[in-house]
């Protein structure tokens, strides 16, 4: 088992920036890919941003691309998502995954691995 845990979360005007970490621990050495969704009210969860465990293989969905940016630190097993120029329409629960496959951290109803989830509120 994976076990996930989010910080990082809050609120921010329009414009500003948050940094969001998720420390993993347990088997780690099993995760192929970690990522982020997010989940607004009434909405399905939204993949955002993955990156390969080892390599440098990133993701991003279109709205998030120039603004925010995914890195890890391997001797930490974090995982962290830089977001900049946040938007309104940026607020929402932001939820970590894992996956020890490949192809499948994109995908919400196959994830095996998720954190508790952490807020972001961006004020307009």
């Known amino acids: 088992q994976v076990q996930l845990v989010e910080s990082g979360g809050g609120l921010v005007q329009a414009g500003g920036s948050l940094r969001l970490s998720c420390a993993a621990s347990?088997?780690?050495?099993?995760?192929?890919?970690m990522g982020w969704f997010r989940q607004a009210p009434g909405k399905e969860r939204e993949f955002v941003s993955a990156?390969?465990?080892?390599?440098?293989?990133?993701l991003y969905v279109d709205s998030v691309k120039g603004r925010f940016t995914i890195s890890r630190d391997n001797a930490k097993n974090t995982v962290y998502l830089q977001m900049n120029s946040l938007k309104p329409e940026d607020t929402a629960v932001y939820y970590c995954?894992?996956?020890?496959?490949?192809?499948?951290?994109?995908?919400?109803?196959?994830?095996?691995?998720w954190g508790q989830g952490t807020q972001v509120t961006v004020s307009s």
């Open positions: 995954a894992a996956d020890s496959r490949y192809g499948y951290i994109q995908y919400a109803a196959d994830v095996q691995y």
């Open positions: 347990g088997r780690t050495f099993s995760i192929y890919d």
């Open positions: 990156i390969r465990w080892s390599g440098s293989t990133t």
